[in-house]
């Protein structure tokens, strides 16, 4: 059990995925320091801390998506293995803070009421993100090599489901709004929504010439993606809502 234990440890110190772990833990407290130093003893802190949490949950499966196309169509770009190694850390980095941003949001911000006593647009909002939630730590417990070996194909049919997540994530985004507060969370979304649009779209329909649902799903994550920061973030930023083509409240009398 002993040379077992220490077989285990070896392997995950030669492995990427031990370090995104270490990163996914460094990231955790340095928002939580962020917030604190900003916004402690405000009630903004639980609601600037669950944003971030919101959108590193986003960006993380976004990045989850990105990697399998990515690769497909550029398998000469360095680091083909150790970034498909990467990629359960990833996921299970997204489910992580899916799960702090929902704790926050329920305990702080709503005070663990009911969800079925919650404003309708609230309980569309709750479905949606319990949905994706599910999914994601359904991810999360089966993303270890025992779980792998022992499920079969019954693996790889779960974890297809990461793109009804990302749809589910989204729609609970647009349920209730979403803010970004920085301009670098908007550019890099920007830039991973369109990277997954693109690629997904040349693989389902110049190579393959016959999308699967799966790839359906993926287009359609990007594409809400897209709007999503378009819409809610560069809105917020600049106080033009895009999709409407109006000024909201930031607008100089």
Known sequence: MRERLQ????????????YIACLIGLVT??????????????????TRLEE??????????S?????????T????????????????MIGIGAGWFASLHVTI?????????????LPTTYQQSFLYGSGALVILLAMVFTSFDKAFHSMGKWWF?????????AILSLLHAFTIGTHATQWLSLIVLTAGALLILILHTYLAFVRQQKPTIWQVLAIGYGTLLLIAVFNFGYGQKLGFNPIEGKYGHHEKE
């Open 7 to 18: 077989t285990t440890f070896y392997h995950w110190l030669r492995g990427i995925r031990f």
């Open 29 to 46: 407290l340095e928002a939580w320091w962020w917030a604190s130093a900003g916004y402690g003893g405000s009630v903004l802190f639980a």
């Open 52 to 61: 971030v949490y919101a959108w590193l949950a986003l960006g993380l499966l």
């Open 63 to 71: 990045l989850a998506l990105l990697i399998g196309p990515l690769y």
């Open 73 to 88: 169509v550029f398998p000469r770009i360095p680091g083909n293995s150790l970034m498909r190694d990467a990629r359960r």
């Open 105 to 117: 949001v329920y305990a702080s911000l709503f005070k663990w009421a009911n969800p079925f006593h």
């Open 157 to 165: 049919r779960l974890h297809r489901f990461v793109y009804v997540a």
